[in-house]
């Protein structure tokens, strides 16, 4: 993070990302949980669990090393929780290690962050027309709040594991 106040997110490239297919074999993660109230997250708990996340991984030398390839990606298995992954090259001591495996279509949309399930129902229809369809969904949002501003766009990226 940036601590002159000009950027902590990389510059994205939709391009990159936009209607790819991503196979993935135990693609690693450190993982966390953060309380929600019907999917809204509450922002200073994001806040520092992303930072624990990212100070486990700096201190273990598990960060991407381009991080323009690195995903955090937000999953919601209730009203009431959300998961954040955070992508590392390695396991990571002191935090909880997981990996995600399986066929991953990513679609890239732009709104609020409130957004998302508009995003999903799009996913959903782009699917169908594919024959296929979500076991489950993950976002990535490529920028944070601040970020958002400094760069004019909030992208996002809707993972549906198929």
């Not at 993660?29 to 953060?34: A, D, G, P, Q, T």
């Not at 935090?95 to 962050?113: M, W």
């Not at 999903?120 to 229809?125: D, E, F, N, R, T």
Request: net charge neutral.
């Amino acid at each position: 993070m940036d601590n002159n106040n000009t950027t902590c997110c990389p510059e994205f490239h939709p391009s990159k990302w936009e209607e790819k297919t991503f196979q993935w074999d135990k693609k690693l993660f450190v993982k966390e949980s953060v309380p929600t109230f019907f999917h809204i997250p509450f922002p200073p708990t994001i806040g520092r669990k992303m930072k624990s996340m990212c100070d486990l991984a700096g201190q273990a030398g598990a960060n991407m090393p381009d991080m323009s390839d690195a995903l955090v990606l937000f999953h919601d298995p209730s009203l009431f929780k959300s998961e954040i992954f955070y992508s590392v090259t390695k396991e990571v001591p002191g935090a909880e290690n997981t990996s995600l495996s399986g066929e991953f279509i990513a679609k890239v949309f732009e709104g609020p962050y409130n957004s998302v399930p508009k995003h999903l129902k799009v996913m959903g229809a782009f699917l169908d027309k594919q024959g296929k369809k979500a076991k489950d969904y993950y976002v990535h949002y490529a920028y944070c709040p601040r970020c958002v501003e400094k760069f004019g766009h909030n992208y996002m990226i809707v993972f549906a594991e198929v």
